[in-house]
């Protein structure tokens, strides 16, 4: 089974509109972390915001927020007021109890001027 | 101040040919990490160090992989009799002890095409 499944392959959004890429995963530890990740084409990953599996609260970093429904397992970015500059990949990513981070398949989204 | 960098960025290798990729992390940076991102797909795990140990190698996809990292710093991948299907962008990160897990950054990696 997939640990992070992204189901939107490409996104398309107004400039200064909201938009919310969707993140599910899949785990049977308690204790893990969740992250974004945008990558444009430069090819660097840029961390965004990380949300921890014990954390009450929806983590928010500027115009990004973390929708995190543990239920339901989904960890998905809203990112408000979209600027062209946010035209990228984005990479949901968790990491379990050890070192490594699993990676989904991305979302590519496009801000429309 | 200098953020993780790989060299080369770009890297043609006939089939059979072995290669050598780079990584330096930031300075001080305890962990390091590597792996590898086919095309349209995301990052997936190959190798983990912490200093010069390499603690998880779990994510290697054959004996033709090896990575070192002699003197706790700078690390190398090094690929055996390439393959088409090691054809990828191969990205290195590094994170300081101590940091939150999230504080991983990523070097631009290198595109690796196997012809």
């Known amino acids: 089974a997939q640990k992070i499944t992204q189901t939107q392959p490409g996104m398309f959004v107004q400039e200064k509109e909201a938009v919310t890429l969707d993140c599910t995963y899949d785990?049977?530890?308690?204790?893990?972390?969740l992250f974004w990740y945008k990558q444009p084409s430069s090819g660097e990953m840029i961390f965004l915001i990380y949300?921890?599996?014990?954390?009450?609260q929806n983590a928010t970093e500027g115009r990004y927020s973390l929708n995190f429904q543990k239920a339901r397992k989904s960890a998905n970015l809203v990112i408000s007021a979209s600027q062209l500059g946010d035209s990228a990949m984005y990479f949901c990513?968790?990491?379990?109890?050890?070192?490594?981070?699993?990676f989904g398949t991305g979302t590519s989204l496009t801000v429309i001027p | 101040g200098a953020g993780v960098s790989q060299s080369p960025r770009y890297k043609v290798a006939k089939r059979g040919q072995d290669v050598a990729l780079r990584c330096d992390p930031i300075s001080g940076h305890v962990s390091l990490f590597w792996y590898q991102q086919a095309l349209g797909q995301g990052p997936e795990f190959l190798t983990y160090f912490q200093n010069e140990a390499q603690l998880d190698k779990s994510g290697l996809p054959s004996d033709r992989f090896f990575a070192e990292r002699p003197e706790g710093s700078v690390s190398t991948l090094k690929i055996q009799r390439t393959q088409q299907e090691d054809s990828a962008v191969y990205l290195c990160?590094?994170?300081?002890?101590?940091?939150?897990?999230?504080?991983?950054?990523f070097g631009p990696g290198t595109r690796l095409t196997v012809t």
């Open positions: 949300q921890g599996s014990y954390d009450e």
């Open positions: 990513a968790m990491r379990e109890g050890g070192n490594q981070f699993y």
């Open positions: 785990t049977s530890d308690q204790s893990y972390g």
């Open positions: 990160a590094s994170r300081f002890s101590g940091a939150r897990e999230y504080e991983q950054y």
